[in-house]
């Protein structure tokens, strides 16, 4: 199957055995019937397990071209899950531009726990190699990063992580499947915050997991069955019929963006816009080789970097909509620095670019003309 095909069945064969309806019926159940100690249908208990959800576990793997999807009930969720796979005295080397959830994650929680983390630049993987040592277990990777949009060569890191074997794990969210599949690119495991493109209107909190490797994907199940983190049934149903449309919607992003990174990158009043598919940006190449398109999220900062200019101008908007979170079909605005990015200390992040001028969007599927027209008005 083509993926075009595989949004809308992949997984999805014989959903409802009863009355053949073509999508999965919410099963909003918490237990099952058993005729017999373990004489159950295949469901016992809706946290070990639940047919909507399970339903959803089979797109999600089928769109990654992986064996095994587990859901969350958030992207941070599934991050936890993932590195509670690792033990005191472990080490990760993670991307050094990344959300801000999940530097806090890393760093306020794991932390403590003893495990250690190393954030780095990574458009070069060669850099990754300085940071290995006995404990390293995995390399975290987020690609475009949030939200400086940095392209990070997945094939390149999946190469440093197979020679010293460790585990290359990829966050997925900005590019969806439908821009690049990690995992055929030699990754591990990938990650989404489904709350964005996978969902994609805006209405469901859900994380996910994609791998191929049996033993990992049994570690991770024992841990969202253990620590209990799941998603809901019918968030699960959302999420479905969110995902039968991934691929069209990302198409108008695509190309939306596209006009609005031009618009951008010609005002006069504009220092610099973060899009990959601008022949400008510095991983422009390796983003043209991974990447089918570029998607719909951009950064950008005004000239003088002037942060009381890119607060007025996130207010003034008005086809935007200032807010947190990205990838539905409305078109947003946010303020790395005060919103997404807060919990990263001001210091740590303008290592990075997340300078209090920045602006990030996420463009959404509407007129391009209209959103162009907005952010005249706006920026002036
Ligand atoms: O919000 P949640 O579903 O828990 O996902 C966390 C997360 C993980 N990874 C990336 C790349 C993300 O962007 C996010 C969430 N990000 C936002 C809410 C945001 O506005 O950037």
């Given at each position: 199957m083509k993926f075009n095909t595989k949004t809308i069945h992949g997984g999805q064969h014989d959903v409802d055995p009863a009355y053949g309806a073509v999508m999965p019926p919410i099963?909003?159940?918490?237990t099952y019937s058993q005729s017999t100690p373990g004489g159950h249908k295949g469901f016992e208990y809706s946290r070990s397990g639940n047919p909507t959800r399970a339903a959803l576990e089979r797109a999600l793997a089928s769109i990654e071209n992986g064996q095994y999807g587990l859901a969350f009930g958030s992207g941070l969720a599934a991050i936890d899950a993932v590195i509670k796979t690792l033990q005191p005295g472990d080490e990760v080397i993670s991307t050094n531009d990344l959300y801000g959830g999940t530097y806090r994650l890393f760093t306020q929680v794991f932390e403590g726990f003893g495990i250690k983390f190393h954030f780095i630049?990574?458009?070069?993987?060669?850099?990754i190699e300085d940071y290995i040592n006995e404990n390293t277990r995995m390399i975290w990777v987020e690609t475009p990063t949030n939200p400086m949009m940095n392209i990070i060569d997945i094939k390149a890191c999946a190469e440093v992580a197979k020679k010293h074997e460790v585990l290359l794990a990829v966050d997925n969210t900005f590019a969806t499947p439908y821009l690049q599949q990690p995992l055929d690119l030699g990754a591990d495991i990938i990650m989404h915050s489904a709350t964005k493109y996978l969902g994609g209107h805006s209405d469901v909190v859900m994380g996910a997991l994609v791998v191929n490797d049996k033993a990992l994907a049994e570690k991770l199940y024992f841990i969202q069955n253990a620590s209990g983190a799941i998603c809901g049934p019918q968030d699960s149903f959302l999420m479905l019929r969110g995902l039968k449309t991934l691929h069209v919607r990302m198409q108008r992003h695509c190309e939306n963006g596209k006009a609005v990174a031009e618009y951008l990158a010609n005002h006069?009043?504009?220092?610099a816009v973060y899009w990959?598919?601008?022949?400008?940006?510095?991983n422009h190449e390796v983003a043209k080789a991974q990447m089918k398109d570029f998607g719909g999220m951009i950064s950008f900062v005004t000239k003088g970097n002037d942060y009381e200019e890119a607060i007025k101008i996130v207010e003034k908007l008005k086809v935007f909509t200032l807010a947190e979170s990205l990838g539905g079909v409305e078109s947003l605005a946010g303020?790395?620095?005060?919103?997404?990015?807060?919990?990263?200390?001001k210091e740590e992040r303008e290592k990075t670019g997340v300078v209090d001028s920045l602006i990030r969007l996420s463009v959404g599927i509407e007129d391009a003309e209209d959103l162009v027209a907005d952010l005249k008005q706006a920026i002036g």
């Amino acid at each position: 199957m083509k993926f075009n095909t595989k949004t809308i069945h992949g997984g999805q064969h014989d959903v409802d055995p009863a009355y053949g309806a073509v999508m999965p019926p919410i099963y909003q159940v918490s237990t099952y019937s058993q005729s017999t100690p373990g004489g159950h249908k295949g469901f016992e208990y809706s946290r070990s397990g639940n047919p909507t959800r399970a339903a959803l576990e089979r797109a999600l793997a089928s769109i990654e071209n992986g064996q095994y999807g587990l859901a969350f009930g958030s992207g941070l969720a599934a991050i936890d899950a993932v590195i509670k796979t690792l033990q005191p005295g472990d080490e990760v080397i993670s991307t050094n531009d990344l959300y801000g959830g999940t530097y806090r994650l890393f760093t306020q929680v794991f932390e403590g726990f003893g495990i250690k983390f190393h954030f780095i630049g990574m458009e070069n993987a060669e850099n990754i190699e300085d940071y290995i040592n006995e404990n390293t277990r995995m390399i975290w990777v987020e690609t475009p990063t949030n939200p400086m949009m940095n392209i990070i060569d997945i094939k390149a890191c999946a190469e440093v992580a197979k020679k010293h074997e460790v585990l290359l794990a990829v966050d997925n969210t900005f590019a969806t499947p439908y821009l690049q599949q990690p995992l055929d690119l030699g990754a591990d495991i990938i990650m989404h915050s489904a709350t964005k493109y996978l969902g994609g209107h805006s209405d469901v909190v859900m994380g996910a997991l994609v791998v191929n490797d049996k033993a990992l994907a049994e570690k991770l199940y024992f841990i969202q069955n253990a620590s209990g983190a799941i998603c809901g049934p019918q968030d699960s149903f959302l999420m479905l019929r969110g995902l039968k449309t991934l691929h069209v919607r990302m198409q108008r992003h695509c190309e939306n963006g596209k006009a609005v990174a031009e618009y951008l990158a010609n005002h006069p009043k504009i220092e610099a816009v973060y899009w990959p598919g601008l022949p400008s940006h510095p991983n422009h190449e390796v983003a043209k080789a991974q990447m089918k398109d570029f998607g719909g999220m951009i950064s950008f900062v005004t000239k003088g970097n002037d942060y009381e200019e890119a607060i007025k101008i996130v207010e003034k908007l008005k086809v935007f909509t200032l807010a947190e979170s990205l990838g539905g079909v409305e078109s947003l605005a946010g303020h790395p620095a005060s919103m997404t990015h807060a919990s990263i200390p001001k210091e740590e992040r303008e290592k990075t670019g997340v300078v209090d001028s920045l602006i990030r969007l996420s463009v959404g599927i509407e007129d391009a003309e209209d959103l162009v027209a907005d952010l005249k008005q706006a920026i002036g």
